[in-house]
C-alpha cells in the first residue's frame, strides 16, 4: 500500500519541542516524508538546521519535507486550528497509544530528548496525554523510534 504525500493535508503533524539532536530530527524528517506527515519543530533547537548531521540522517528526501519552524510553544499553539487533537507523548501517564483512535490531521507532541515535556504541559492536558508502552528497564524510547511507533499505529487505525 502506497501513502499519499499531499503537503495541504498532511496524514499526521509531528511536533518536536527543543529538540537537542541533529540526527534523531533528521531521522524524524525521512520518517514524515515516507509518511506524508508535516513536521513542526518548536526553537530553541539544540542545533541548526543546516547542520550535516540533520542533513546525513535524512538523506536526500529533505528537500521534500513539509517543514515548519515555530519561536516558541505559543506560536505553534496559535496555529493549531483544532487543540482537541493534540496528542501529547510522554512516559508520565498509564493511557496508552493503542486506547485513542487517531484521526487523519493528528497532532503528536514530543518533547526534548534529555528531558521530555514539561510536566506541567502534560497535566494541564491529561486527558491527551499518551504513552508508548514499555518495560521497566528502560526510561524512554529513542525520540526517533517513538515518533515512528505513534505513526505506525495512526496509520494502522486509518488503513485497516
Not at 17 to 39: A, D, F, K, Q, Y
Not at 57 to 76: I, K, R
Not at 109 to 118: A, I, N, S
Request: aromatic share 10%; glycine share 6%; net charge negative.
Amino acid at each position: 500500500m502506497k501513502l499519499e504525500f499531499d503537503p495541504q493535508n498532511p496524514l499526521f503533524n509531528i511536533v518536536l519541542l527543543e529538540p537537542e539532536i541533529p540526527s534523531n530530527t533528521g531521522n524524524i524528517g525521512r520518517t514524515c516524508v515516507g509518511t506524508g506527515s508535516h513536521l513542526h519543530l518548536i526553537e530553541p533547537l539544540g542545533f541548526e538546521l543546516s547542520d550535516k548531521r540533520v542533513k546525513r540522517a535524512g538523506l536526500d528526501y529533505w528537500p521534500d519535507l513539509s517543514l515548519t519552524v515555530y519561536p516558541n510553544f505559543e506560536a505553534w499553539l496559535a496555529a493549531v486550528p483544532d487543540p482537541s487533537r493534540i496528542f501529547y507523548l510522554t512516559t508520565k501517564v498509564d493511557k496508552t497509544i493503542y486506547h485513542t483512535q487517531f484521526k487523519r490531521g493528528d497532532w503528536f507532541v514530543f518533547g526534548k530528548e534529555t528531558k521530555g515535556l514539561p510536566e506541567d504541559l502534560i497535566f494541564s492536558n491529561q486527558e491527551q496525554a499518551l504513552t508508548i508502552p514499555h518495560t521497566d528497564k528502560i526510561r524512554s524510547f529513542n525520540l526517533s523510534n517513538a515518533v515512528s511507533m505513534i505513526l505506525g499505529e495512526g496509520i494502522r487505525q486509518i488503513h485497516t
